[in-house]
């Protein structure tokens, strides 16, 4: 999916005609449950913040995790599950408070020069295409997915990224409006507005420059009323 269908999609969904109806909707059932609003969309755990799966030529797939919190994250305990593959990899060492870890395969092609290195190499990391996924887990529990093309159930979350073209990736947001320099810690739990394809991508390794991600992502209500209502609200 272009992301000129993507916009078009996304404005489809909060055409004001709906929002108006739904926002009085949402505050009447905050105040006859009693809950808080949330006050942001930024995720307070490490995610999933880049992949290329269908590498244009001289590029090899990568992801590349993104530490949202100030404070490093231990790989004691994290793993990579790909739809593609019943191997789990596991993740060593640790990620810095607002860093970023990057994770490739084994190939004979040459790494592009202009790009970080991996962290970590894999034989075990399976890309699907066109369609893939990958499960986040950290001490036992799932903490993220992010899927592509019709990823395999689980492997995705709310819904599928789209497909990537040859040689575009697909990226966190660091909000709601995405900020180059503000991270990629955007986590609504739907795949589909939290990422955005690049055309060029932008693999990140554990010495790149830490990225703060903003005081606000933005738009609270859509992603309270996904989070009570499903991705499709
Ligand atoms: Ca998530
Ligand atoms: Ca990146």
Not at 95 to 116: H, K, N, Q, R, T
């Amino acid at each position: 999916m272009s992301l000129s269908s993507k916009r078009l999609r996304c404005f489809g969904r909060t055409r004001p005609g709906r929002g108006r109806l739904l926002v009085p909707l949402v505050l009447l059932f905050t105040a006859s449950a009693g809950l808080a609003m949330p006050t942001d969309n930024t995720a307070d755990h490490l995610v999933i913040s880049e992949v290329l799966a269908n590498p244009g030529e001289g590029e090899l797939p990568f992801i590349e995790l993104y530490n949202p919190t100030e404070s490093a994250i231990s790989f004691a305990s994290c793993y990579l599950d790909s739809d593609q593959g019943d191997d789990s990899v596991y993740l060593d060492g640790q990620i810095d408070g607002y860093g970023f870890y990057l994770i490739s395969i084994v190939d004979d092609a040459a790494w592009p020069e202009d790009w970080p290195e991996p962290d970590l190499i894999s034989e075990l990391l399976y890309f699907g295409y066109p369609d893939g996924g990958f499960k986040l887990y950290l001490n036992g529990e799932l903490i993220d997915a992010m899927g592509w093309g019709s990823p395999t159930s689980g492997y995705y979350e709310g819904s599928s990224c789209g497909s990537p073209a040859e040689g575009e990736s697909f990226e966190r947001k660091s909000a709601y409006q995405h900020d180059e320099n503000e991270g990629n810690g955007y986590d609504t739990d739907d795949n589909f507005y939290d990422f955005d394809s690049r055309d060029t991508p932008e693999p990140q390794n554990s010495d790149s420059p830490i990225e703060i991600p903003p005081a606000s992502a933005g738009e609270t209500t859509m992603g309270w009323i996904k989070a009570l209502f499903g991705p499709d609200s």
